[in-house]
């Protein structure tokens, strides 16, 4: 994750400041990985974090936006799901 955002912001140029910031504080605050996520030049990022770092991760974030004058993220948890997966049938589904 971290080896893509660095490609997205120094080979094609498409991250932002506040996205840069974002994802260095993630991975310094103990984020196992991050990155923008979206069309790139705004949007999102992502960051792949243990549920026990989450509330000083978010806090340092908050912290490094307030410290440069950065508008507030927003700032909200998901969790992944379950993939796309083939399932397969003994006899055709009935429709």
């Given at each position: 994750?971290?080896?893509s955002?660095?490609?997205?912001?120094?080979?094609f140029?498409?991250?932002?400041?506040?996205?840069?910031?974002?994802?260095?504080?993630?991975?310094?605050?103990?984020?196992?990985?991050?990155?923008?996520?979206?069309?790139?030049?705004?949007?999102?990022?992502?960051?792949?974090?243990?549920?026990?770092?989450?509330?000083?991760?978010?806090?340092?974030?908050?912290?490094a936006?307030?410290?440069?004058?950065?508008?507030?993220?927003?700032?909200?948890?998901?969790?992944?799901?379950?993939?796309?997966?083939?399932?397969?049938?003994?006899?055709?589904?009935?429709?």
């Open positions: 994750m971290s080896a955002h660095r490609s997205m912001r120094d080979d140029e498409i991250s932002t400041r506040e996205l840069d910031l974002a994802v260095e504080v993630a991975a310094d605050g103990g984020a196992l990985g991050a990155r923008m996520t979206g069309g790139g030049f705004g949007g999102s990022a992502i960051a792949l974090t243990p549920a026990e770092r989450i509330p000083a991760l978010r806090l340092a974030v908050d912290e936006f307030g410290e440069r004058g950065y508008r507030a993220p927003e700032t909200f948890v998901v969790r992944p799901s379950q993939s796309a997966r083939r399932e397969l049938f003994d006899h055709p589904p009935e429709s």
